[in-house]
């Protein structure tokens, strides 16, 4: 048996009360200090307070039990979603809630619900890009939710290829009105958060038609779509709802359809702040060519920490269950190990704790980043502008991978009662999983990645000063990292040996160009820089951290650790470039293995440090008390097939199945 691991003696009489005592021995082990820990992760212990403050409200409120969440049917999930939402701006009202802490409380219902699109992205954009005077009459209706909105981009034939949208804003001089029409079966707006039922208003991806035919490409505009007194769809609209989506995600999400059959909005409804037309028609260039892509690049930079909080619950949930799970041969006292103390478990569940916490710490930093962006692009200042396309669109690419593989790896580590509904994870991975391809599919935004790697290789020698090329500037006149045993041990040696594998890999794609490059060449180039980006973010993460020396110490260790295993997956690349020997590869190895150890016996403290109560996890084993059998066996107490001894379906359908089984046996012995 490890170290790390408790001997107790004698051992207990049940299961049930070795899960609990085990659960109980791992925590008083650690020696983190996890309110530290946790008022980091949160942004500091008022934000933790606040958050813990409005959890309490919210999981003793029936609007937000989940009990019965597993057995109703997608009307009911997406009726129940209604219902939390209008209960969540009541308690706005009793409680005082500040607009932040209403979309805190939003936030904390873990499904996708109809108004997650209005708070991520309707609002943002238009306050972001419409016009003072378009502000001033629809500002407060939106704040107030006055109306619903939704952000209609995405159509049936096109998705991340904007400007290969059909939908069409058609100017009239004449009436000072666009005509808003969708030409063809395929520029019907397909996929729409909240458009199928629940919203009132849209801020819509169209082309811009002027007079004489000129095609200014897609711009922003702001149109109703229902009637605010019965809530049908407006003249010349039709919506509907898309149907239901794969393994049963998205279910409380009205995701929607809509096309639009020459509908009149006036001029002033285009948003305006950086692009418009004049009443006769001449268009007003915006600073930028994408200005309107700001929407996009905002929710990409929310993917980051969001990512980063699904890792932390799967990381919870599996490590949590590991710990209390035994299995194996039974040791001198009967005791069959902790599942925990398996290297492979440990291989699988520490780099996704590691990934938690990185993509948490370096989502905040983004949008703090993000914020600059949009700071400047208020005085019409687009100098990072191109920088921000390319830092949200790789992280953004990173984040959702990472994030999609380790809520499965994190579910297959507990075994069979991991494929259980009742262990959470297979819900909250289906609805994760759509993020990589919504807001840019990963794939193509790889492909962007590497377009902004090539441009920034081309002028790295004109002072470039984005942060998503960094890594060329880092290793300009560089020597080549010789990777040693202490280096593995040092993190700003890792840092720099990812940066000098972005360099290279860079380096290579730009001689090698389009046409001698292999089917897998931009994904390497994507993750390459990606990976190189989020290492220097780490770097600086790092040198931050006002904490005590032992969660110091922790933390550099955790961050550390997903240094390691980032470097350890790119070791075709390093040895390739001539970065990493043989030798130095197989050191690699074994100062991740000698990582897990110290982090191993924090593991359930930094699990406890993100915060979460039962009622958020929403998990049987997961719970905080390590007392998952129990909790297991009163989920399944809730089935509604365990509602009645013998099922309604015996009389109709065992019934008869059973006697005529029997008849035939019967006639067979004559």
Same mark, same amino acid.
């Given at each position: 048996m490890d170290a790390w691991l408790p001997t107790i003696m004698p051992a207990p009489r049940s299961a049930v009360e070795q899960t609990?005592?085990?659960? #109980?021995? %791992? !925590?008083?082990? &650690?020696?983190?200090?996890? &309110?530290?820990? !946790?008022?980091? @992760?949160? &942004? &500091?212990?008022? %934000?933790?307070? =606040?958050? =813990? !403050?409005?959890?309490?409200? @919210?999981? =003793?409120?029936? %609007?937000?039990n989940k009990s019965r969440r597993l057995y109703m049917t997608r009307t009911e999930r997406y009726e129940r979603a209604l219902a939390m939402t209008r209960r969540i701006y009541e308690l706005k009202d009793q409680e005082g809630w500040s607009d932040e802490e209403t979309k805190l409380a939003t936030r904390l219902v873990d499904e996708n619900i109809p108004m997650t699109l209005h708070d991520l992205a309707f609002e943002p954009v238009f306050f972001a890009q419409a016009s003072p005077s378009l502000i001033s009459r629809y500002g407060p209706l939106i704040q107030h939710r006055g109306i619903l909105g939704c952000y209609l981009q995405t159509e049936l034939a096109h998705g991340t290829n904007v400007p290969a949208l059909e939908t069409t804003a058609t100017y009239i001089p004449e009436t000072q009105e666009f005509d808003i029409h969708s030409p063809t079966l395929t520029s019907s707006k397909w996929w729409i958060g909240a458009l199928g039922k629940t919203a009132t208003h849209g801020v819509l991806q169209a082309r811009l038609i002027l007079p004489g035919g000129k095609d200014h490409g897609p711009h922003l505009f702001f149109l109703q779509l229902r009637s605010l007194e019965d809530h049908k769809p407006l003249p010349g609209i039709s919506i509907g709802d898309i149907g239901p989506k794969a393994m049963a995600g998205y279910a409380s999400t009205d995701n929607g359809y809509a096309r639009f059959e020459h509908v009149r909005i006036p001029r002033d409804n285009m948003l305006s702040k950086f692009a418009g037309v004049t009443p006769e028609g001449e268009y007003i260039k915006p600073p930028h060519a994408k200005m309107s892509y700001g929407g996009m690049m905002y929710i990409r930079a929310h993917f980051i920490s969001s990512c980063g909080w699904v890792m932390a619950k799967a990381a919870t949930v599996s490590i949590r269950y590991s710990t209390v799970r035994r299995q194996g041969n039974p040791d001198a006292v009967g005791l069959e190990q902790q599942v925990v103390s398996y290297p492979s478990v440990q291989h699988r569940l520490l780099p996704i704790l590691a990934r938690a916490y990185v993509f948490i710490l370096l989502g905040r930093r983004l949008l703090t980043i993000f914020a600059d962006t949009t700071t400047r692009l208020a005085s019409g200042d687009t100098s990072t502008l191109a920088d921000m396309h390319a830092l949200t669109s790789a992280l953004k690419s990173l984040a959702t991978r990472h994030a999609v593989r380790d809520l499965e790896d994190a579910r297959r580590a507990m075994g069979g009662h991991g494929y259980s509904a009742y262990a959470g994870l297979g819900r909250v991975y289906a609805e994760q999983l759509p993020l990589v391809s919504a807001e840019g599919d990963n794939y193509v935004l790889d492909k962007q990645v590497v377009r902004a790697a090539l441009k920034a290789f081309e002028r790295r020698d004109n002072g470039d000063r984005s942060v998503s090329a960094e890594y060329l500037r880092v290793v300009a006149g560089a020597k080549t990292p010789q990777m040693t045993p202490a280096s593995w041990e040092s993190f700003e040696a890792l840092v720099l040996l990812l940066q000098w594998r972005a360099a290279k890999v860079v380096e290579d794609r730009a001689k090698r160009g389009d046409l001698d490059k292999d089917a897998s060449a931009d994904q390497r180039v994507a993750t390459a820089v990606a990976e190189a980006i989020v290492a220097a973010q780490l770097g600086a993460i790092g040198s931050a951290l006002q904490l005590k020396p032992r969660e110091r110490e922790i933390m550099r260790d955790l961050l550390r650790l997903y240094l390691l295993i980032t470097t350890e997956a790119a070791l075709v690349d390093l040895m390739s470039f001539g970065l990493v020997s043989a030798a130095a590869a197989r050191e690699l190895r074994t100062a991740i293995a000698k990582l897990f150890q110290p982090l191993l016996v924090e593991a359930i403290g930094l699990t406890d440090a993100f915060g979460f109560t039962d009622w958020e996890l929403d998990s049987a084993l997961g719970v905080y008390d390590g007392n998952v059998y129990e909790a297991l066996w009163?989920?399944?107490? #809730?089935?509604?097939?365990?509602? #009645?001894e013998v099922t309604q379906a015996y009389k109709e359908h065992i019934r008869p199945l059973l006697e005529r089984g029997r008849g035939l046996a019967v006639r067979s012995k004559l």
């Open positions: 609990k005592l085990d659960m #109980t021995v %791992a !925590r008083r082990r &650690g020696s983190v200090d996890v &309110g530290s820990l !946790r008022s980091l @992760m949160y &942004g &500091g212990r008022d %934000a933790w307070e =606040a958050h =813990a !403050r409005i959890v309490r409200v @919210m999981q =003793a409120d029936p %609007a937000f009163q989920k399944v107490q #809730t089935e509604p097939l365990n509602q #009645t």
